[in-house]
């Protein structure tokens, strides 16, 4: 087959072995490529290395994020929502700190400066001749709202998704540039069907079905593609938030039925503790899905839920890094249900990571007895859906019972003028608690973290949980909440937020010594 052909494929098979879900022979399967937005920002000429690499040996689909600088939190995509942010104020035209087009120009002018390594003139000039084309589209929509005041869906959706043409049409100058055939693809007016209410599975189904057919069209090329995708009603970032481009990499590798998902970072894989923190931590050479799963739930989202949830169970995603990228990185392998109880049973009796949420409150409701104790905990179900609170942990027993919540602001709908409307949680809480109060003494503790231990071994392993937790009183750390069960590969505890460095580096060395 000639070399970049793309093809698609879109049988879809929940059971069996991986290999049997597909329709294409192995060697017409790509790997699909993603990049995250602090390394295009910063490394765009290794990760056309990279590219240069894989696509020597393999046919390769590239997907990217929106440039960042050092951080995420100064990225493209948080400037452009704050320019709409200030845009749309109700004293724009008054407050000069609100003006929105420093921020323009300082984008503009760092995507033109990105331009410096693409070596030939031809190229690089067309692709500063497209920046500056973006932000005159980008200008026209700030006017408009200015003039409106607020923001609609289709608007916001219009003006973030240049942060991931414009990586996008970078990467694909220097993929050109170093000799690749490319061809940069815009996702982001790719949906042209009905859209479901709810984004159903069979809707994401259809979504990578739709990718695969449009990305064969890249005949002896490579894809470069926006990780943003649209147009969905009410907007991508309303109704996916953030970390879109890792469901969009997903969606593509589904549809082009890849033999890997490889997410590019700057970090080596997925380690047994965030390496930020405890310094003798090890890379995991592997990761079952719903270890992977679990770990970015309890704090260590080195993979967003979205992919593995679209990948599992037919493509591997490999974590890899782009500064080592000869490092095999870490792989999360798909599983049937049958290799999942196959591979339990194999999974050494030991933990995989251990990992730490900050940011939660524990919420205790000890019952006045005025209602009996399964109407009791149907009431307290019934206050928490109602006021959009979703818990991380749950304990009861049968007059108390214990909550951990984590705090975030929660998307509670959109005004009439299309206005988006966010809650605090702590706003949410209070109204909570003031219900919880009918039914019994609410005590709320915040500044608490969830400390969790993972593994698919976890289960069938004795003594785990006795050292876990004699590790944390051994070093006088106090334990306000106890959890294990919910999901059979993970034993939690609350411990107070100021705690939690410690009891990382604590519970690390008295578990993951065995990798010694
Ligand atoms: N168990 C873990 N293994 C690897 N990284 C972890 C783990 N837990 C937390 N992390 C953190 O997740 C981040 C993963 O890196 P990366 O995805 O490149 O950062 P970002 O989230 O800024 O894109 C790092 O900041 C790392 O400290
Ligand atoms: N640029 C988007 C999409 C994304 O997924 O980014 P990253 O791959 O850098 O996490 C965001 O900031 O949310």
Redesign the pocket.
């Known amino acids: 087959m000639e070399s970049g052909v793309l093809t698609s494929g879109s049988s879809v098979v929940l059971n069996g072995s991986p290999d049997d879900h597909f329709d294409l022979p192995l060697v017409e399967r790509p790997i699909v490529l993603k990049f995250?937005?602090?390394s295009v920002g910063k490394f765009a000429p290794e990760i056309a290395q990279i590219c240069l690499s894989a696509y020597k040996s393999r046919q390769i689909a590239v997907v990217c994020?929106?440039r960042?600088g050092v951080s995420?939190a100064g990225?493209t995509?948080?400037r452009l929502l704050k320019a709409i942010e200030y845009a749309t104020r109700k004293d724009s035209q008054k407050a000069p700190m609100h003006d929105y087009e420093p921020i323009i120009s300082a984008l503009r002018a760092e995507h033109i400066d990105a331009a410096r390594c693409i070596a030939s003139s031809e190229i690089s000039q067309r692709f500063q001749a497209s920046v500056t084309a973006e932000f005159e589209h980008v200008e026209e929509i700030l006017t408009m709202l200015r003039k409106v005041e607020v923001v609609d869906p289709v608007s916001e959706d219009q003006v973030v998704s240049v942060?991931?043409k414009l990586s996008s049409r970078l990467l694909a100058a220097l993929l050109e540039d170093r000799g690749i055939p490319s061809r940069y693809v815009d996702l982001s007016e790719i949906i042209q069907f009905p859209v479901p209410k709810y984004l159903s599975q069979k809707f994401y189904q259809d979504l990578s079905a739709v990718f695969g057919q449009h990305l064969s069209q890249c005949r002896g090329q490579v894809p470069v593609i926006t990780?943003f995708f649209g147009r969905i009603p009410g907007g991508l970032l309303q109704s996916l938030g953030?970390?879109?481009?890792?469901l969009c990499a997903a969606l593509v590798a589904v549809g082009l039925e890849a033999t890997e998902l490889q997410v590019w970072k700057e970090i080596d894989g997925v380690f047994t503790a965030d390496p930020s923190k405890v310094p003798t931590a090890r890379l995991l050479a592997s990761l079952t899905p719903d270890e992977a799963g679990e770990l970015t739930f309890y704090g260590s989202e080195v993979i967003h839920n979205f992919t593995l949830e679209q990948c599992v169970p037919r493509i591997p995603i490999r974590i890899k890094n782009v500064l080592r990228p000869r490092s095999a990185g870490t792989i999360i392998q798909p599983q049937t249900s049958k290799d999942r109880d196959c591979y339990r049973s194999q999974r050494p009796k030991r933990p995989t990571a251990v990992t730490v949420k900050s940011k939660i409150t524990v919420v205790n409701v000890h019952s006045n007895r005025r209602v009996d104790s399964p109407s009791f905990l149907e009431r307290i179900c019934n206050i928490l859906a109602q006021n959009s609170l979703a818990v991380d942990l749950f304990e009861k027993n049968e007059c108390h019972v214990s909550l951990a919540l984590h705090s975030k602001d929660v998307f509670v709908g959109t005004s009439h003028g299309g206005e988006k409307k966010f809650q605090t949680q702590e706003n949410l809480l209070r109204k909570a608690v003031s219900e919880l109060e009918e039914y019994g003494v609410v005590d709320v503790v915040h500044g608490m973290a969830i400390l969790s231990l993972i593994g698919g071994g976890l289960k069938r392993s004795i003594g785990i949980a006795g050292r876990f937790f004699t590790a944390l009183g051994d070093n006088n750390i106090n334990i306000e909440m106890i959890s294990q069960g919910a999901s059979e590969i993970n034993i939690s505890c609350v411990i107070e937020e100021r705690e939690c460095h410690r009891a990382l580096n604590v519970v690390h060395s008295e578990l993951f010594t065995y990798l010694d």
Do not use: C, I, P
């Open positions: 995250g937005g602090t994020s929106a960042s995420k990225g995509t948080n942060g991931e990780g953030r970390g879109y481009s890792d």
